[in-house]
Structure formats: structure tokens, C-alpha cells
């Protein structure tokens, strides 16, 4: 069966509201591949008026998943506030590192070596990745259709950029956040390696599919410590030991 990728990305698109859980979608628009999801993204981006800001990845967790999904310009913030929709009346973020191109990397077939992925990125934030579960059931979803609608994204929060070699290397991360005097601690653990990782993978598997990549474009690589759920409208204090601390107000989209 040959699915409509067109019309998966426009109910994908249309999902992306405040406090709005979809219902799983007719069997007939349903990724049912990897091929599947990553077609549905490309619409996606197509149909944005936006472009991409962002990406994020991950290595392969398994032989039959990838995970890779653009985030667009319109849901990047910046500086002392973050706007986002709220999801269980709740500011859901993933502590990460984000690493920012320095060039284009236009897609080609040949493999491009670790150095030369690694040279092309001059710069790295402190970063959250905007989480938003559209979905009303999504333990029923299969790992395509979750990977076709962005895999829980909904933005990203690109923080004060932090020294580039400790970013790269960065495996594990003691993490502060302090809310309205409460604290919470977090032993962060990246899922791979180490932070940088992903990107090795990610550049030359998306380039061989045709994806070109452009300067100042960020990609976010994991989370250190999952998904963290925070209140509204007061100032939240974030730390990463050894790496940098600032403060950012939440703010209802």
C-alpha cells in the first residue's frame, strides 16, 4: 500500500496545538517503515513556512530504529524566556548539549570521516529539547508513526554556548534545577558514548538520503537526565557542573 506522505504530514502538522491529544491515525495513514517516517519529516519540512533551525538524533537504538526529526525555526527560543505549549499543564524539557554547524554539509553519497564531521561543528550550547506527547494513547503507536511525527518534539531552547572540547567529550553531567527554591539533582548519564556521537552517525546516514545540512543550523544529540517537568511563569535556574549555568522563565504558547 502506498501511503499519502503528503497528507500524514499535514495531520502531523495540524496536531501541533496546545494541550491537544490526537488519536491515533486510520491504519491507511499509518509509517509503517523507517522509509515511511522519514519520508512524512520530509513533507513536513516542505510544508513549513519556517525551515529548519534544529535538528535532533540519537545513535540507533535498535536494528529497526533510528532516531533523527527536524525542529523548525518558528519553535527555537532563545535568551530569558521559553515559549512552549504546555503539556498536563506542565513545561516538559530534556536537558541536552547542542552543537552548532560552522558550514554547510550539502548531502552526498560518499561517507564523510569522523574528523571532517567533527571540524565542520565550531560551537556548542547548553540546550533543552520541547517535549509535547501529542498523542491520546501513545504506548498503542508503533516506533514509525512515532518517529514520523518527530518522536515527542516540539522545539528547542538553545542556551549560552559552552567550551566546544568539553562539550565534545561530554559522556556524564551532574545537573541542578532550581525552581521558586526547590532543587532538584539529577547524575546525568548521556545514552551514548558520549554527546557528540550521534552526529558522527546521523550526518552521513541523513546526507546519503539526499539531506543537506547548513551552517548555524544546531543539533541536539540525548538527554542526560530524561524528560523534566517544570512550572510556568518563574524564573528557573539551570546548571551543568563544569559547564555553565543560566536562567530562563517558561512561558505558555
Known sequence: MSLDYHRIAQSALAARTAENKQARLAPELRAVSLDDALAVQAQMIKQRQDGVAAWKCLLPPAD???????????TMCRGDGCVLMPDGGKARVEPEIAFVLGRDLPAQNKARSDDEIRAAFDRA???????????QHAAELAFPEKLADGLF??????GPEVDL????????????IAQAGKKQHFDGKHPNVDAFAPLLWMINFMSARG???????????????????????????ITYQGLGSYTVNFSAR
Request: glycine content about 8%; overall charge negative.
Open 64 to 74: 529497526d530504529a533510528v532516531v533523527v526529526a527536524p525542529i523548525f525555526a518558528g
Open 211 to 237: 539531506q543537506s545540512f547548513s551552517k548555524g543550523q544546531a543539533f541536539i544529540t540525548g538527554s542526560f537526565c530524561g524528560i523534566v517537568e517544570l512550572d510556568f511563569d518563574c524564573d528557573t535556574q
Open 125 to 135: 550550547h547548553m540546550a533543552l529539547e520541547l517535549m509535547q506527547d501529542r498523542w
Open 165 to 176: 572540547d568539553k562539550a565534545r567529550s561530554c559522556s556524564a553531567l551532574n545537573i541542578e
Open 153 to 158: 518534539n516540539q522545539g528547542i531552547y538553545l
